[in-house]
């Protein structure tokens, strides 16, 4: 095994030929919207029903119409077909690499489709729209329920697990990722610091580029086919 441990980050770039508008950038997701108005414990205290509707209707449209596309899929058969470990970390909210088949994603960023309980803190699958009727399905108390999702100010999921990935990775991917939201953002200068080749999947050139070893610019439903045939065919090609 010539490579015991590969990390892959994805962000909103492996989505965008899905359909899923990314971030930054024109016609970004922000445009429009202040970030401290929808993705903040603040903004949501402030105006509860303006950030429900935002992620009720980012949810209605991940449930019609939009499909993964051949950068995820390129992902689940790596973890399919690779025998050392993968973890698969992404930031992004949607169910897309699942969808694709991959297994164990590390949302750090939290999930669409799922909704949390300030009351009583559980966690459930959502598919439908959040109102101030929906119920918990635990504590049945209404009007408490908000996004699963880790907004500006709160601690991203699973760090532990992924900070331990990375400090025994030998490869590391970031794709679609601009590199300007931390602590994701660091996660090559952990890898590298393991002593990991770092490849970075882009459509451009990020202000962190000139960390990795190796850039691919291109769309990720390309690169990411090729990639991952290369790794599954002689992994030390990429070291
Ligand atoms: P961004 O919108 O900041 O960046 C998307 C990146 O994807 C850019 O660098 C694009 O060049 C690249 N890109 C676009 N299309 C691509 C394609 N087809 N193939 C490859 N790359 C492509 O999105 P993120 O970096 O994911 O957090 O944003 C990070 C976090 O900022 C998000 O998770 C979200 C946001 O605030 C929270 O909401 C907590």
Same mark, same amino acid.
């Given at each position: =095994? ?13 989505? #965008? ?8 950038? &024109? *016609? ?6 202040? $970030?401290? &108005? ?25 449930? +019609? ?5 051949? %950068?995820?899929?390129?992902? #689940? ?16 909210? !949607? ?12 949302? =750090? ?9 300030? !009351? ?19 504590? !049945?108390?209404? *009007?408490?329920?908000?996004? &699963?999702? $880790?907004?500006?100010?709160? =601690?991203?999921?699973?760090? +532990?697990?992924?900070?331990? +990935? ?9 794709? %679609?990722?601009? *590199?300007?939201?931390?602590? #994701? ?9 393991? *002593? ?10 990020? !202000?962190?580029?000139? $960390? @990795?070893?190796?850039?691919? @610019? ?15 065919? &002689?992994?030390?090609?990429? +070291?």
């Amino acid at each position: =095994m010539k490579h015991p441990g590969i990390v892959i980050l994805t962000g909103a770039g492996i989505s #965008a030929e899905s359909g899923i508008q990314t971030f930054r950038g &024109d *016609g970004g997701l922000w445009e429009g919207h202040r $970030v401290e &108005d929808v993705a903040t414990p603040e903004g949501f205290a402030r105006d509860p029903e303006l950030v429900q509707k935002f992620y009720n209707e980012r949810r209605a449209k991940l449930l +019609s119409g939009i499909a993964p596309n051949a %950068g995820h899929e390129a992902l #689940a058969r790596l973890q399919k077909e690779y025998s050392g470990k993968i973890t698969l970390v992404t930031q992004n909210i !949607d169910d897309l690499h699942e969808r694709a088949g991959s297994e164990n994603v590390l949302h =750090m960023h939290g999930e669409l489709l799922k909704a949390r309980c300030l !009351d009583c803190g559980e966690v459930s699958e959502i598919r439908e729209q959040i109102t101030a009727q929906s119920p918990c399905r635990l504590c !049945d108390t209404k *009007g408490r329920l908000r996004p &699963d999702i $880790v907004w500006f100010g709160e =601690m991203p999921y699973f760090l +532990s697990e992924i900070e331990s +990935s990375l400090e025994n990775a030998s490869l590391f991917i970031a794709v %679609g990722t601009s *590199g300007k939201v931390y602590p #994701a953002a660091g996660f090559v200068e952990i890898a590298k610091y393991a *002593g990991a080749t770092t490849i970075e999947v882009n459509l451009e050139k990020t !202000d962190g580029s000139h $960390v @990795f070893h190796r850039c691919e @610019f291109g769309p990720a439903g390309k690169t990411l086919p090729r990639l991952v045939s290369q790794i599954l065919t &002689d992994p030390t090609a990429l +070291s």
